[in-house]
């Protein structure tokens, strides 16, 4: 044991890769499962195979990267890893400890983690929790290979990853969102396009960066932009009010909280 199996290098596995590489992880610790040959990873020392029903060693750690849909098929073949004790931490969306338990035997060694896009920039914030005989030992290997790309929070109360995912998971689609409906805004008001996204996005990454850099609560950096009587206050008074961003933002959050809960099944 001690190699480090990652299934599924998408989006999030592979910028999760990326950043344990970088951090020193030697290739030669780590084993890739991933059907999409464009995806597959050549590296040199790195072993890249189709399908996790190649590995026969059993590693240390199983990451499982794949959609939630894909997880029941993912799952039938790494139960004899479970069975050898390896640890699994996975990112999937809604997917439960008890499901978890459920397919991989019930003293199967789970830590359910829910990371985001920024992890490709090493600026992820990922949230943990362990399941029933994860060592603490273990939980600082996983700490390792979340904190590679970022911030990596732990928690006690599983329930909790529903919000969570709808929070820090999804939400860089929601700054995204907020980046083009700017820049949209701003075309209507005689921008050139390309001049209006600039715009947008170079403010959204800038007050970003003075969010990361600043002591100042969010509120405050707001307040901040805000003269008394001058152009901000004006757009605030649309944005704050009783039918502004809130209320949407309470609906969408709870939306995607929501169907965090199905995909549990
Ligand atoms: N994209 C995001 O913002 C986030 C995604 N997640 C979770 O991460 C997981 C992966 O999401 P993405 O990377 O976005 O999806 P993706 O579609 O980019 O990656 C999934 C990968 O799994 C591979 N795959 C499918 N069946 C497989 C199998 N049997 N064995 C090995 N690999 C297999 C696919 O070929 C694909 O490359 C999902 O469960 C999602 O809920 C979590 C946090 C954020
Ligand atoms: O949309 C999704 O289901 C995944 C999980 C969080 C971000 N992307």
């Given at each position: ?10 989006k999030m596995g592979g910028a999760m890769l990326d950043g ?45 990267a ?25 990112i ?21 983690a829910m990371p985001n896009t920024p992890a490709a920039v090493r600026q992820g914030i990922t ?19 979340l904190e590679a790309v970022g911030q990596a ?15 820090s998971g999804?939400?860089p ?93």
């Amino acid at each position: 044991m001690g190699k480090l199996l990652l299934v599924g290098c998408g989006k999030m596995g592979g910028a999760m890769l990326d950043g344990w590489l970088s951090r020193g992880l030697p290739a030669s610790e780590v084993i890739v499962a991933e059907p999409a040959e464009a995806l597959r990873p050549n590296k040199p020392g790195l072993c890249a195979v189709a399908s996790s029903a190649e590995v026969r060693e059993t590693p240390e750690i199983v990451v499982l990267a794949v959609k939630p849909q894909s997880m029941d098929l993912v799952l039938s073949d790494l139960r004899r890893f479970a069975e050898e004790g390896a640890v699994f931490l996975s990112i999937a969306a809604g997917k439960t400890l008890k499901y978890f338990r459920s397919h991989l035997g019930p003293s199967a060694k789970i830590v359910r983690a829910m990371p985001n896009t920024p992890a490709a920039v090493r600026q992820g914030i990922t949230v943990a929790t362990a399941g029933g005989g994860v060592s603490e030992a273990q939980k600082k290997k996983c700490q390792e290979l979340l904190e590679a790309v970022g911030q990596a929070v732990w928690i006690e109360d599983e329930a909790l990853m529903d919000p969570v995912t709808a929070l820090s998971g999804s939400g860089p689609a929601y700054v995204f969102l907020l980046v083009e409906a700017m820049a949209a805004a701003g075309t209507k008001l005689g921008l050139a396009p390309e001049m209006a996204m600039q715009l947008a996005r170079a403010t959204v990454v800038g007050s970003g960066e003075l969010l990361r850099q600043s002591a100042e609560p969010a509120a405050q950096l707001r307040v901040n932009v805000t003269s008394p009587g001058g152009t901000t206050a004006e757009a605030l008074k649309v944005l704050m009010a009783d039918d502004g961003l809130q209320p949407v933002f309470d609906k969408a959050l709870a939306a995607a909280s929501r169907r965090s809960k199905e995909l549990a099944g």
